[in-house]
């Protein structure tokens, strides 16, 4: 029986962490898993934390974990990881983006980013990360940070077996289907 | 086929397959995708927008007197707006099967409180359901409208938050088509005059009797026999924390069809375990009834009775289990409040507002109560829907006869206007205060994501209708002074201000710009001269003096070392409220 793991995406509204979880969640259903997924975002969408939970195995009864029970944690935006971690099973890992979006405080200039974010996620956990904008910038468009942060996601749950060619296909305007499969590969080669 | 589905997409694919002919709706977090996916069933369904919940209500409930299956959801705060049809239709019952869907939300994502809106059902004497995930949900619609036309009742369907936005597998089925029961005119039923309501009570009475034996007998309401030391009675989403948390582990008593209780089952169920707990998120609403048939279980005392709860939560109170945690230093984490947009129409409004000196400033339910946090903290009050106008009346009336030296302005949403806004108005013209009404029209229901209104000229399933002019609106309420201006100009929003505030009588000023994420409709391109641009500061010309980052813009960005302000190009959306707020110039349009 496989046993039920716990992925947590998190991120600022806007970078589609909830288009990501989604072809994630479709891609465990073709592979066979029952699978229960979660958007917590209230009032995300006006710049807010967004964060999505996706739950697999044989049968999945609660689709929200509480802290201490991730298997792993995907991180969009740096102090986002920081904002969750105690969501991290202790021997969980975490992918994040090595990516920084000021919050209001931060933009006014009442507060300062946190420094060495990535830093003190590293000496707590299992971490890997992905400078997903640099690649997207590469591959010419920001906007599929996201899909190479889900082929990061891939790559770090051992999950490369199911067909998420097909499954990005179905869920993506025909126009961006090659960058974004390009944006996979780049995020699954990262890690 | 089997398909992964939110709650709320289950529902809108559950009224299709149940053969429903109508639905009704004011868009609410985290209720809006039900309507929004009945939407697509144009050939078969009549599913519209109403201003408000209460008209949402009548509207289904007429509908089902007619003979149609029909449907109205709501988040939970909506059906306190719909309370008084409600409680009547608990009375006339139906023709058609009506399901009234309340979401609510407990953990308060996006809501004013955190209600559990169980106990409407047990107040409103009708039958309620409870799912648990999205195939239930699915089920229980076509359950619901059973219920409803066997046993002449509406059925509250009650939804919660992680019930609504999680998704889960659903398998997916045909239409029954449903023909639309014979109307017959029956005033004994429907004519709810009070010799009338008085036998009509008699009735209610007797059909819970009924609906109880029901309880006890449906499949809705099952046990799940494992151990026998622990014996768990649920509904809803806490049914699957406590699955999580226990699995099979303990026997289970999960409800699905929460009013009346199946109390012969819960009693049988009670006298086989040898612990019993009642775990339900947000109120005892099962265990004070448990516990009054004399039954001892443990609920409320251990589980709390506010926020969200999850299977951690379960875990920890009931069997004191303390999960390992990697600890961190969390407090150099920084906030990330929502904000107002790039552009958003409504900030350059606030910020020219706040500049007003002895002026309470009463909100409503929108995007623009954002306008109340920081930089811009322009409101003293936010209620309800509606709330803004007759709060604000109310205080004027105090001011007028202290003889206080300050204005009340009234700040509400084009939508919130059309919902419940209208009727406070008239109630400013009527009871003469001469408090400044301003409606903040960005022509859609933008916080809920862009939901269409009386005012959009637009309906749900997208046909082109007469669009509800705001001004005219207030002028028939009998406002005399009526002013739409263009919030993207300043020196405009000034001089209004400065009119209203001169005058001795009510005035409204309609804020009139599109939300700017909004995708303009025909009639918007027709109205409004929109060119997209980016702005940018010149950082010889800056003086780091941070006006422009008191407007709380997210495009715009302050360097504390450097001391000066810049502009993210990717989020500037060239609405040049920085340009006209900066003292020196520093700021200049760059083109698109």
């Given at each position: 029986?496989?046993?039920?793991?716990?992925?947590?995406?998190?991120?600022?509204?806007?970078?589609?962490?909830?288009?990501?979880?989604?072809?994630?969640?479709?891609?465990?259903?073709?592979?066979?898993?029952?699978?229960?997924?979660?958007?917590?975002?209230?009032?995300?969408?006006?710049?807010?934390?967004?964060?999505?939970?996706?739950?697999?195995?044989?049968?999945?009864?609660?689709?929200?974990?509480?802290?201490?029970?991730?298997?792993?944690?995907?991180?969009?935006?740096?102090?986002?990881?920081?904002?969750?971690?105690?969501?991290?099973?202790?021997?969980?890992?975490?992918?994040?983006?090595?990516?920084?979006?000021?919050?209001?405080?931060?933009?006014?200039?009442?507060?300062?980013?946190?420094?060495?974010?990535?830093?003190?996620?590293?000496?707590?956990?299992?971490?890997?990360?992905?400078?997903?904008?640099?690649?997207?910038?590469?591959?010419?468009?920001?906007?599929?940070?996201?899909?190479?942060?889900?082929?990061?996601?891939?790559?770090?749950?051992?999950?490369?077996?199911?067909?998420?060619?097909?499954?990005?296909?179905?869920?993506?305007?025909?126009?961006?289907?090659?960058?974004?499969?390009?944006?996979?590969?780049?995020?699954?080669?990262?890690? | 086929?089997?398909?992964?589905?939110?709650?709320?997409?289950?529902?809108?694919?559950?009224?299709?397959?149940?053969?429903?002919?109508?639905?009704?709706?004011?868009?609410?977090?985290?209720?809006?995708?039900?309507?929004?996916?009945?939407?697509?069933?144009?050939?078969?369904?009549?599913?519209?927008?109403?201003?408000?919940?209460?008209?949402?209500?009548?509207?289904?409930?007429?509908?089902?007197?007619?003979?149609?299956?029909?449907?109205?959801?709501?988040?939970?705060?909506?059906?306190?707006?719909?309370?008084?049809?409600?409680?009547?239709?608990?009375?006339?019952?139906?023709?058609?099967?009506?399901?009234?869907?309340?979401?609510?939300?407990?953990?308060?994502?996006?809501?004013?409180?955190?209600?559990?809106?169980?106990?409407?059902?047990?107040?409103?004497?009708?039958?309620?359901?409870?799912?648990?995930?999205?195939?239930?949900?699915?089920?229980?619609?076509?359950?619901?409208?059973?219920?409803?036309?066997?046993?002449?009742?509406?059925?509250?369907?009650?939804?919660?938050?992680?019930?609504?936005?999680?998704?889960?597998l659903v398998e997916v089925g045909e239409r029954e088509e449903v023909p639309i029961r014979p109307y017959k005119k029956n005033l004994g039923k429907y004519y709810l005059a009070p010799a009338v309501a008085k036998q009509l009570h008699v009735k209610v009475e007797e059909?819970?009797?009924?609906?109880?034996?029901?309880?006890?007998?449906?499949?809705?309401?099952?046990?799940?026999?494992?151990?026998?030391?622990?014996?768990?009675?649920?509904?809803?989403?806490?049914?699957?924390?406590?699955?999580?948390?226990?699995?099979?582990?303990?026997?289970?008593?999960?409800?699905?069809?929460?009013?009346?209780?199946?109390?012969?089952?819960?009693?049988?169920?009670?006298?086989?375990?040898?612990?019993?707990?009642?775990?339900?998120?947000?109120?005892?609403?099962?265990?004070?009834?448990?516990?009054?048939?004399?039954?001892?279980?443990?609920?409320?005392?251990?589980?709390?009775?506010?926020?969200?709860?999850?299977?951690?939560?379960?875990?920890?109170?009931?069997?004191?289990?303390?999960?390992?945690?990697?600890?961190?230093?969390?407090?150099?984490?920084?906030?990330?409040?929502?904000?107002?947009?790039?552009?958003?129409?409504?900030?350059?409004?606030?910020?020219?507002?706040?500049?007003?000196?002895?002026?309470?400033?009463?909100?409503?339910?929108?995007?623009?109560?954002?306008?109340?946090?920081?930089?811009?903290?322009?409101?003293?009050?936010?209620?309800?829907?509606?709330?803004?106008?007759?709060?604000?009346?109310?205080?004027?009336?105090?001011?007028?006869?202290?003889?206080?030296?300050?204005?009340?302005?009234?700040?509400?949403?084009?939508?919130?206007?059309?919902?419940?806004?209208?009727?406070?108005?008239?109630?400013?013209?009527?009871?003469?205060?001469?408090?400044?009404?301003?409606?903040?029209?960005?022509?859609?229901?933008?916080?809920?994501?862009?939901?269409?209104?009386?005012?959009?000229?637009?309906?749900?399933?997208?046909?082109?209708?007469?669009?509800?002019?705001?001004?005219?609106?207030?002028?028939?309420?009998?406002?005399?002074?009526?002013?739409?201006?263009?919030?993207?100009?300043?020196?405009?929003?000034?001089?209004?201000?400065?009119?209203?505030?001169?005058?001795?009588?009510?005035?409204?000023?309609?804020?009139?710009?599109?939300?700017?994420?909004?995708?303009?409709?025909?009639?918007?391109?027709?109205?409004?001269?929109?060119?997209?641009?980016?702005?940018?500061?010149?950082?010889?010309?800056?003086?780091?003096?941070?006006?422009?980052?008191?407007?709380?813009?997210?495009?715009?960005?302050?360097?504390?070392?450097?001391?000066?302000?810049?502009?993210?190009?990717?989020?500037?959306?060239?609405?040049?409220?920085c340009m006209q707020v900066c003292p020196v110039k520093a700021i200049s349009e760059v083109g698109e």
């Amino acid at each position: 029986m496989a046993e039920t793991k716990s992925i947590l995406l998190v991120g600022v509204g806007g970078q589609g962490t909830i288009l990501a979880s989604r072809i994630l969640s479709e891609g465990l259903v073709e592979a066979g898993y029952d699978v229960k997924m979660s958007e917590i975002h209230g009032m995300a969408q006006r710049g807010g934390s967004v964060s999505t939970q996706v739950r697999y195995g044989d049968e999945v009864f609660s689709p929200i974990i509480g802290r201490g029970e991730a298997d792993v944690l995907v991180s969009f935006e740096a102090m986002e990881a920081l904002r969750w971690l105690e969501y991290l099973k202790p021997d969980g890992k975490v992918v994040v983006n090595n990516y920084k979006i000021p919050s209001a405080p931060i933009l006014m200039g009442k507060e300062e980013y946190p420094e060495g974010v990535i830093d003190i996620i590293k000496n707590k956990a299992d971490t890997s990360i992905i400078n997903a904008a640099e690649i997207a910038e590469e591959l010419g468009n920001m906007k599929v940070m996201n899909i190479v942060l889900l082929g990061a996601l891939v790559e770090a749950m051992n999950l490369s077996d199911i067909d998420w060619e097909k499954t990005i296909k179905n869920n993506i305007k025909e126009k961006f289907i090659d960058i974004n499969l390009e944006a996979f590969e780049r995020g699954k080669n990262a890690i | 086929m089997r398909k992964l589905l939110t709650g709320n997409e289950a529902i809108a694919l559950g009224a299709y397959e149940a053969g429903i002919h109508y639905a009704a709706a004011y868009p609410g977090t985290p209720s809006t995708e039900i309507l929004e996916n009945l939407a697509k069933y144009k050939e078969e369904i009549i599913a519209e927008w109403a201003p408000n919940e209460k008209v949402a209500v009548e509207s289904a409930l007429g509908a089902s007197i007619y003979g149609a299956r029909s449907l109205a959801a709501m988040k939970h705060v909506g059906l306190n707006v719909a309370a008084d049809p409600f409680f009547s239709s608990g009375y006339t019952g139906v023709n058609g099967g009506l399901v009234l869907i309340t979401a609510d939300d407990p953990g308060l994502h996006s809501s004013q409180n955190e209600q559990d809106n169980r106990y409407y059902a047990k107040f409103g004497k009708v039958a309620m359901v409870e799912p648990s995930d999205s195939q239930e949900a699915k089920n229980m619609v076509k359950i619901a409208m059973e219920i409803s036309e066997k046993f002449d009742t509406p059925v509250l369907m009650r939804l919660t938050t992680r019930v609504c936005h999680s998704k889960s597998l659903v398998e997916v089925g045909e239409r029954e088509e449903v023909p639309i029961r014979p109307y017959k005119k029956n005033l004994g039923k429907y004519y709810l005059a009070p010799a009338v309501a008085k036998q009509l009570h008699v009735k209610v009475e007797e059909r819970l009797k009924k609906l109880e034996e029901f309880s006890n007998e449906t499949d809705l309401n099952y046990v799940e026999w494992n151990d026998k030391k622990i014996g768990i009675i649920s509904s809803g989403i806490a049914f699957q924390y406590a699955k999580e948390v226990f699995k099979d582990k303990a026997s289970y008593l999960k409800l699905g069809f929460t009013n009346p209780l199946p109390m012969d089952k819960i009693k049988k169920f009670a006298e086989e375990v040898e612990t019993l707990y009642v775990v339900e998120e947000l109120e005892p609403f099962i265990e004070e009834q448990v516990k009054a048939a004399g039954i001892d279980c443990i609920g409320k005392d251990k589980i709390p009775n506010v926020w969200e709860l999850n299977p951690e939560i379960v875990e920890k109170s009931l069997l004191g289990k303390e999960r390992e945690v990697i600890e961190y230093d969390k407090s150099i984490v920084v906030n990330r409040p929502p904000t107002l947009c790039a552009g958003c129409p409504h900030r350059a409004f606030f910020y020219e507002l706040s500049k007003r000196k002895d002026t309470i400033i009463t909100g409503d339910i929108g995007c623009y109560t954002l306008g109340g946090a920081e930089p811009l903290n322009a409101m003293d009050t936010t209620i309800c829907m509606g709330a803004s106008i007759s709060a604000g009346h109310g205080m004027e009336r105090l001011i007028d006869g202290y003889d206080d030296n300050k204005r009340v302005v009234s700040v509400i949403g084009d939508s919130t206007f059309f919902h419940s806004g209208m009727t406070s108005l008239l109630d400013v013209v009527y009871n003469k205060s001469n408090t400044i009404t301003c409606v903040l029209d960005n022509r859609i229901t933008a916080m809920t994501g862009h939901q269409d209104h009386p005012g959009t000229g637009y309906t749900l399933q997208g046909e082109p209708t007469k669009m509800a002019n705001i001004a005219e609106i207030a002028k028939a309420l009998g406002i005399e002074h009526v002013k739409t201006v263009n919030p993207l100009e300043l020196k405009e929003l000034k001089a209004a201000f400065d009119w209203a505030y001169s005058l001795d009588e009510p005035s409204v000023i309609i804020s009139r710009w599109p939300c700017a994420l909004k995708r303009l409709s025909e009639y918007d391109k027709k109205e409004f001269d929109y060119k997209p641009g980016k702005c940018e500061v010149d950082q010889e010309k800056c003086i780091g003096c941070k006006i422009c980052v008191n407007t709380g813009c997210p495009a715009i960005y302050f360097d504390k070392e450097a001391k000066k302000s810049s502009i993210n190009a990717a989020q500037c959306v060239g609405c040049e409220l920085c340009m006209q707020v900066c003292p020196v110039k520093a700021i200049s349009e760059v083109g698109e």
